[in-house]
């Protein structure tokens, strides 16, 4: 009887073992170059679909040296909505797609102006694995010829780009940074309205030869595509007859906007300023300048520079740093009165200027901020874009979610008046020179 | 006999019945029902562990002035032998009910998150087996692996609070009491039945956890750390998603996980994490099936629990398959636990400490002797 126990426990060890082993596997394995990452995102009309998906694959971890046309490919195909496009472009690959690494989702001009952006993102993204914080960004032109744009030897590892656009964006503050995840926030909270980076493809760049190469492994795949020869005679005319035509952001400014800017070398694709949503529609672009005025009054600011108009005309460089968090004073009523408390330091970056003293400058470049906002404050209240987020601060005076969501905030925005105190601490001494 | 029960010390009972409450309080809630008023979990979640722990003080101390042992004796000495078996009956359906959510919420949080298109019974099969054999090797075993992993857990639970703090936002919980007082006492009322099952269970096995004295100490301690650690997480989850986003997810805790910042080791974080909730949640379908087998066994007077857990592990399944499928029945049966949980749980047990304790045998023998 004891022999017979130990032998069945020995049997029964023995099974769960066997068991254990063959149950430690993965359902459905894949290795990592079974798969080609989509990297970049992009979304456009369609000619005979909604939209018309670009992607930028990268084969492998992203992170081996090689040529750039090894590296990245750039596909795209008309479809109804991502998941579609997704099916489709597999049919014309030897790998299957992943979008868990995707660093951005790019909305072509057309695309953001018709509300394709909610059209498209109100689907189970989650169900394609892509990253909630995967950035959103919205160009002028269209979303395929920004990814062709990016494409370059000066960025080779396409997956670095979102860890670029966060880095740039917390440096200088002349481009936000939203995330898929803030949309969602933004769409089923209806909180406030959004601001994307703004980006531009400028073709009078000129493009390096490796990315061409590029360019030329992947390709577009637009089912009503002309053929290349006919798109480049195109492209030539076009070229000749048309300048690039002229961004203006709301205020009417063309400075400081992607694709105005005179330079040399550098991607072709380029990203400065916002483009300003509501209601989760593009309604106007604001420049480089008046997006570091929104984060500074958001509190999204950490540092960048501005150039301070002095009153003999000159113009100075002025490092600027938030100093604490904005203070909102929001009072609701009759007259809804708003009152922004900001304070930044400030580093005038040109000590030969001796003719100001520090309070006098301090003023200076608190009144310019302090006009500036203002400015920018009154043009999106009058396109109903609540991008500073006055909401946010609303939903606090309320004790009652019943009573909050019985508020008629969006006519109360609209007669909101706005103050702004704007506290700047100079770290600026007339002594020092130039040379140290 | 093979009850399986042997005996445990305090801070093994401690972190199973802490194990299990906060793993009900922080994953089988419903959100639609929790958030569509806004969001006042913060202070629900401490209100519902209060309520538990009332009327689990009450039973207890009942047991103890009684001198029942066990919860089985105090409802046959309360209600008398049928109707006691009726009680024991609802408890345990009501500990396989939890078991089932437990289950259930995590294969769905896995078919969601991590293996996107398969079926939930492939991985039921992997995850029921261990609640099975967690029942199986008895209150001991679950004790102790409770107490081997608790850290683990702790970490996995504070870690994804602390990582996810980059984007914590007050105006988020705004308005701060969501529909006001008279909502956060309903909901506490409501959700009262996410903490009572871990509390029921010391109850049943009190002997088990050295008598009903102890069994009050262990049980005050695990419904405060499990009240706090929910309470915490829900002001967390507020501070990171409204509560009309949070209405209409079915697993925020995971989505706070996917939230970590951008770059870096961090951003992979939200499975490694998701691993120790998984524990957590098989330790406490493993207490909970126990406890419910144990109860079954003292009502029907079964020398051996083996059976019962063999048949509540199967049952579990069935349930958890039952709640995947959206089936009629059990929507119906989650109505009656939502609508009636609480007061089918508590009403019969503190009749039966009410009853128990003026038919008291000590009480009686005080007076003889006076």
């Known amino acids: 009887m004891k022999r017979s126990c130990s032998l069945l426990r020995k049997i029964a060890v023995a099974g769960l073992s066997l068991a254990m082993l063959l149950s430690s596997s993965c359902i459905s394995s894949k290795s990592i170059d079974e798969y080609g990452y989509a990297t970049v995102i992009g979304i456009d009309s369609g000619k005979t679909k909604a939209f018309f998906v670009s992607m930028l694959l990268q084969r492998g971890n992203g992170a081996e040296e090689g040529a750039e046309s090894d590296l990245c490919t750039h596909v795209g195909v008309e479809s109804e909505d991502l998941f579609e496009a997704v099916g489709l472009i597999e049919s014309s690959l030897p790998f299957s797609l992943n979008l868990s690494r995707t660093a951005a989702i790019v909305f072509g001009e057309d695309i953001a102006l018709n509300g394709g952006v909610e059209q498209l993102l109100s689907a189970s993204l989650g169900m394609l694995n892509i990253r909630y914080y995967a950035n959103l960004v919205s160009v002028r032109g269209r979303a395929e010829d920004f990814l062709g744009g990016i494409q370059s030897e000066l960025n080779p590892n396409v997956a670095k780009l979102q860890y670029s656009f966060v880095d740039y964006s917390r440096r200088t503050g002349l481009i936000p940074s939203f995330t898929l995840s803030e949309f969602f926030e933004s769409t089923f909270a209806h909180s406030s309205d959004i601001l994307l980076p703004l980006g531009e493809f400028n073709p009078e760049i000129k493009k390096d030869s490796a990315s061409e190469n590029g360019a030329k492994d992947g390709g577009r795949n637009n089912s009503s595509a002309e053929t290349e020869k006919e798109q480049s005679e195109k492209g030539e005319k076009e070229k000749s007859s048309q300048p690039l035509q002229k961004a203006a952001d709301i205020l009417g400014s063309t400075e400081y906007m992607p694709g105005q800017i005179k330079r040399l070398g550098g991607l072709q694709a380029s990203m400065l300023g916002s483009g300003l949503f509501h209601k989760h529609r593009l309604i106007g672009y604001l420049n480089g300048l008046h997006t570091q005025v929104v984060l500074i009054v958001k509190g999204q600011f950490e540092k960048g520079r501005i150039q301070l108009p002095l009153p003999n005309g000159r113009i100075i460089s002025v490092r600027l740093s938030a100093q604490s968090q904005p203070k909102i004073r929001l009072i609701l009523g009759e007259t809804p009165k708003a009152t922004f408390e900001i304070a930044l330091y400030a580093n005038v970056e040109h000590p030969e200027i001796r003719e100001y003293s520090n309070s006098d400058m301090e003023i200076l470049i608190s009144e310019f901020l302090k006009k500036r906002a203002e400015e920018v404050f009154l043009a999106c209240q009058a396109l109903g874009s609540d991008v500073f987020e006055l909401r946010n601060t609303a939903v606090k005076l309320f004790r009652r979610t019943s009573d909050w969501e019985a508020f008629n905030w969006e006519a109360a925005f609209k007669e909101v008046a706005v103050a702004f105190e704007i506290a700047v601490y100079l770290d600026y001494n007339p002594s020092k020179s130039s040379v140290e | ?370």
């Open chain 2, 1 to 370: 006999m093979n009850l399986r029960q042997g005996c445990i010390g305090r801070q093994e009972s401690l972190c199973m019945a802490a194990i299990a409450a906060c793993s009900s309080g922080l994953f089988t809630f419903d959100s639609s029902a929790l958030y569509s008023l806004g969001n006042s979990a913060y202070i629900t979640m401490l209100a519902s562990a209060a309520i538990a722990l009332i009327i689990f003080a009450l039973a207890v101390n009942a047991m103890a002035a009684s001198g029942h042992e066990s919860l089985w004796a105090l409802l046959r000495s309360g209600l008398g032998a049928f109707f006691s078996r009726v009680v024991a009956l609802i408890y345990v359906l009501l500990l396989l009910a939890c078991a089932a959510m437990l289950l259930s919420r995590f294969t769905l949080m896995m078919v969601r998150f991590v293996f996107p298109g398969v079926l939930e019974w492939k991985l039921i099969v992997y995850l029921a087996p261990v609640v099975f054999m967690l029942a199986w090797k008895g209150l001991e075993s679950i004790g102790r692996t409770s107490r081997l992993f608790i850290w683990l857990l702790l970490i996995s639970l504070l870690g994804s609070l602390l990582l996810a703090a980059f984007n914590y936002k007050t105006y988020r919980l705004a308005p701060y009491l969501g529909d006001g007082i008279k909502n956060i006492l309903g909901l506490g009322i409501k959700n009262a039945l996410l903490f009572f099952p871990a509390l029921l269970g010391l109850l049943i096995v009190a002997r088990g956890v050295h008598g009903p004295k102890m069994a009050k100490r262990t049980g005050y301690s695990a419904a405060i750390a499990a009240g706090l650690l929910c309470s915490s997480a829900q002001l967390c989850l507020g501070m990171t998603f409204s509560y009309s986003e949070l209405s209409k997810m079915h697993s925020p805790m995971y989505r706070l996980t996917m939230n970590f910042r951008s770059g870096g080791y961090f951003q992979r974080l939200d499975k490694l994490l998701f691993f120790g909730w998984v524990i957590s949640s098989m330790l406490a379908a493993g207490y909970y099936v126990y406890a419910a087998s144990f109860l079954f066994a003292g009502a029907f007077e079964h020398n051996d629990i083996r059976p019962s857990v063999a048949v509540f592990s199967v049952l579990i399944i069935v349930f958890t398959m039952l709640m995947h499928s959206q089936a009629a029945i059990w929507g119906n049966i989650e109505r009656v636990i939502s609508g009636y949980g609480l007061l089918l749980a508590a009403i019969p047990l503190l009749l039966a400490s009410l009853l128990a304790r003026l038919k008291s045998p000590k009480k009686n023998m005080q007076e003889k002797e006076s």
